[in-house]
């Protein structure tokens, strides 16, 4: 299994500001992806990072609100910008190995983000 | 659009007791199933993977079940402990993409 870290683990933001938010991994992997859970609720997948190319978003998250980077197959960032109360939220990186059979996919420990 | 449901929403039992968590997926067009645990404030950990062609799959006191046809997952704790407190969620793979269900809410008492 892949071992995933987030920095940071934490932050308290104000609002209007942005966050950079970085997910590291210790062997290389085809797919990233980044995931919001909002307070109470389940886990909504934001974008997949995609190396070397422009990240896929999902519906109702844009590229200029939630900027992505994945300059090589461990590293990743995603940057959180012009921050809102509506952003608190835990930020998830996950990881998926497409050259294992299972496609199972591996979760790094988040990064809680509180907006005042 | 794939739509996972889990029921119940929260549960709670005595230690020792066995948890029967279920997982509902709209379409079963599905690559394979995950379960996870999420401790508050935390990150998640996978628990079993099941993948489509699979009915079961064991690791220790934990037991998942998945019957594509009928869009069904059934994981099954034996035996539970103060330590498997935790929220659980079931995610569906569909075309590279996880879905969640909103999660278990599991309080194990001693």
């Known amino acids: 299994s892949a071992v995933i870290s987030q920095k940071p683990s934490r932050d308290i933001c104000q609002r209007g500001t942005s966050l950079t938010i970085q997910c590291q991994v210790d062997?290389?992997?085809?797919?990233m992806f980044w995931y919001r859970q909002q307070p109470g609720q389940s886990l909504t997948l934001i974008a997949t990072?995609?190396?070397?190319?422009?990240?896929?978003?999902e519906s109702g998250f844009v590229i200029d609100k939630f900027p992505i980077s994945r300059p090589n197959l461990t590293f990743s960032t995603l940057t959180v910008s012009n921050m809102s109360p509506e952003d608190s939220s835990i930020y998830l990186c996950?990881?998926?190995?497409?050259?294992?059979?299972?496609?199972?996919?591996?979760f790094g420990p988040g990064t809680r983000l509180t907006v005042t | 659009k794939q739509e996972v449901t889990q029921i119940p929403a929260a549960l709670s039992v005595p230690e020792g007791e066995n948890l029967v968590l279920n997982c509902s997926f709209t379409?079963?067009?599905?690559?394979?199933l995950q379960w996870f645990r999420q401790d508050p404030g935390k990150g998640l950990t996978s628990l079993l993977l099941?993948?489509?062609?699979?009915r079961e799959q064991t690791s220790g006191r934990l037991n998942a079940s998945l019957d594509k046809s009928s869009g069904r997952s059934t994981l099954y704790i034996a035996a539970s402990q103060p330590g498997d407190s935790a929220t659980y969620l079931c995610?569906?793979?569909?075309?590279?993409?996880?879905?969640f269900g909103a999660g278990t809410q599991v309080v194990v008492t001693p």
């Open positions: 995610a569906v793979n569909s075309w590279g993409k996880l879905q």
């Open positions: 990072a995609n190396q070397g190319s422009e990240a896929t978003y």
């Open positions: 379409d079963s067009a599905i690559y394979n």
């Open positions: 099941i993948q489509s062609s699979q």
């Open positions: 996950s990881v998926e190995d497409r050259g294992l059979p299972n496609y199972e996919q591996y």
């Open positions: 062997s290389q992997v085809t797919m």
